[in-house]
């Protein structure tokens, strides 16, 4: 599966960005699929996750009801919306997919087993 994330850019204090990732490669609807971020000098995290079939939905503290995770599995595409940006939320974003069966949507990198480019988001003040 290959992973082709986009989006990011330089954004005001409050703005808002669209992250997408494009699939390929794969049965899109095997995986689930997650967004990470990493700032510089610090460990990759989780911001957002969503089940393969796009029920449900996971996100870290931070983000929550500001961020939202949506998935199109006829158009293999997985988007982040960001709204309400912080310069805290300034990183790397990185889009992974989880080869899956349970549905559980994991938190953490290790299970992920694809990962794309990474795009940069930078929130200035």
């Known amino acids: 599966v290959q992973l082709q994330a986009s989006g990011g850019g330089l954004v005001q204090v409050g703005g808002s960005l669209r992250l997408s990732c494009a699939a390929s490669?794969?049965?899109?609807?095997?995986?689930?699929m997650g967004w990470f971020r990493q700032a510089p000098g610090k460990e990759r995290k989780f911001v957002a996750g969503?089940?393969?079939?796009?029920?449900?939905?996971s996100y870290e503290d931070s983000v929550k009801g500001r961020f939202t995770i949506s998935r199109d599995n006829a158009k293999n595409m997985v988007y982040l919306q960001m709204n309400s940006l912080k310069p805290e939320d300034t990183a790397v974003y990185f889009c992974?997919?989880?080869?899956?069966?349970?549905?559980?949507?994991?938190?953490?990198?290790?299970?992920?087993?694809?990962w794309g480019q990474g795009t940069q988001v930078t929130v200035s003040s």
């Open positions: 992974a997919a989880d080869f899956t069966v349970t549905g559980v949507i994991d938190a953490t990198d290790l299970p992920y087993d694809y």
């Open positions: 490669g794969g049965t899109f609807t095997d995986y689930a």
């Open positions: 969503i089940s393969r079939g796009g029920t449900r939905r």
